[in-house]
């Protein structure tokens, strides 16, 4: 009785020993089965990365090596094969000095397939860091040549049409200021026409006076045509019309020739000039063409020589004052306080005007091109952005505030002569 138990007993414990081992064996399979869908995963994001990486190296124009620590080609992109002519396989295992071109390559570079090529060279480090090799990235000279030609392009039509829209400004400034240049050239023009008119008639007194005389008159009839053509008189009063008609032609002159250098198309010149008279003249030419209500106060120190271009800083200080014109516009009484004054090798003038001053929103957007308050039609938005342009190109700044008595300030910072 007692074996028969002990047989059970162990049969029993052997079952289960059985069954532990069937256990851990499902357990192991559904680990392995886990593992291989873990491994498939990777093996498909492997698959992918490899694919992304090969894709992108084929679609590089620059050419790419790869190489180890003693300089022998790993891999190559396809950007260097179709360069040189050889295929990935024929380069890998070769040295990388092979790709270099000796002295007698460089002697025919152009003509024995010698390509020069800008170069960069960066280690490559393992996971903890060992140095594994280099990567070397290039591109040929001839794109990079290519490259800044199209840029220097590029950068040549900017310049031409940042002159174009220059000189456009400039002649939408002329076109407001037709009526007070016409006006401006009316006074010494009408003067001149006065005197050619009265010299016109002196000269037919004196040549009667002059063809009797020569005629042989009696000296009694001469002295009496000399009397009646009033020829003492004609000879005092000659002095002063000639003086007159010269003042009258210069001034003419001088008001054409201010025109002139302000029209012109500028060829970025550089010469030292008066600050305070380009100011006058281009305050004057607006307060010309303004309405009569509109007055401007001058407060400039003497002397302020500045180096630039007189004719693009008349141009700023124009788009100021036209620009006080338009802020005043309506009002009763329009005014234009300009006030200099110099300091540590710069000069600062300001404009304030009366007007409503420039809208909080608007402040900060003052200078951007195209950028207006005023009606379709009526302003380019481009003045203010030229001025800020011109300036900063003197080396000098331009902004834009409200007063706290009321009306807009510009301030124009201009460095003196000599000091910068």
Not at 378 to 389: F, M, N, P, R, V
Not at 395 to 413: D, I, P, Q
Request: with cysteine; charged share 25%; aromatic share 6%.
């Amino acid at each position: 009785m007692l074996d028969s138990l002990a047989a059970a007993t162990g049969a029993a414990a052997e079952d289960r020993v059985w069954l532990d081992v069937i256990h851990k064996m499902d357990e192991v399979y559904n680990d392995l089965l886990k593992y291989e869908v873990a491994l498939e995963e990777k093996n498909a994001a492997l698959e992918d990365s490899q694919q992304f990486i090969s894709s992108v190296l084929t679609s590089m124009s620059d050419i790419l090596i790869v190489c180890s620590r003693a300089g022998v080609i790993e891999s190559v992109n396809q950007a260097l094969s179709a360069l040189i002519g050889k295929s990935e396989d024929e380069l890998r295992g070769r040295p990388i000095f092979d790709l270099l071109a000796d002295e007698a390559s460089r002697q025919l570079a152009g003509t024995a397939g010698a390509l020069p090529v800008s170069l960069n060279c960066t280690p490559r480090f393992s996971a903890v860091g060992k140095l594994l090799g280099m990567v070397v990235t290039g591109r040929p000279i001839g794109e990079l040549q290519r490259a800044y030609q199209a840029l220097r392009r590029a950068h040549e039509e900017l310049k031409h049409t940042q002159q174009q829209l220059l000189h456009a400004e400039k002649m939408a400034s002329l076109g407001r200021l037709v009526a007070g240049v016409a006006h401006e050239l009316n006074n010494p023009i009408s003067f001149v026409l006065g005197n050619a008119v009265a010299l016109r008639k002196y000269a037919k007194r004196i040549g009667a006076y002059l063809a009797a005389m020569h005629g042989g008159a009696p000296p009694d009839e001469c002295a009496r045509l000399k009397r009646e053509l009033r020829i003492e008189n004609i000879l005092a009063d000659l002095p002063s019309l000639i003086d007159g008609t010269v003042e009258g032609a210069e001034r003419t002159r001088d008001i054409v020739d201010g025109l002139k250098r302000f029209s012109a198309v500028d060829r970025d010149e550089r010469e030292r000039f008066e600050l305070v008279s380009v100011v006058e003249r281009a305050v004057h030419w607006v307060a010309k063409a303004a309405p009569e209500r509109f007055q401007v106060e001058l407060n400039l120190p003497e002397p302020l020589a500045v180096v630039g271009s007189p004719g693009q800083i008349q141009q700023v200080v124009m788009n100021l004052a036209q620009n006080a014109v338009d802020a005043t516009a309506g009002l009763p009484q329009a005014r234009l306080a300009i006030a200099g004054r110099s300091a540590d090798g710069w000069v600062e003038i300001e404009f304030h005007d009366n007007g409503p001053g420039i809208a909080a929103e608007n402040l900060g957007r003052i200078f951007d091109p195209f950028f207006t308050t005023k009606p379709v039609g009526k302003g380019t938005g481009l003045g203010l952005a030229i001025s800020y342009g011109i300036v900063e190109r003197h080396g000098g700044k331009l902004a834009a505030y409200n007063h706290a008595e009321g009306g807009a300030v510009f301030t124009l910072l201009l460095p003196l002569a000599g000091v910068a």
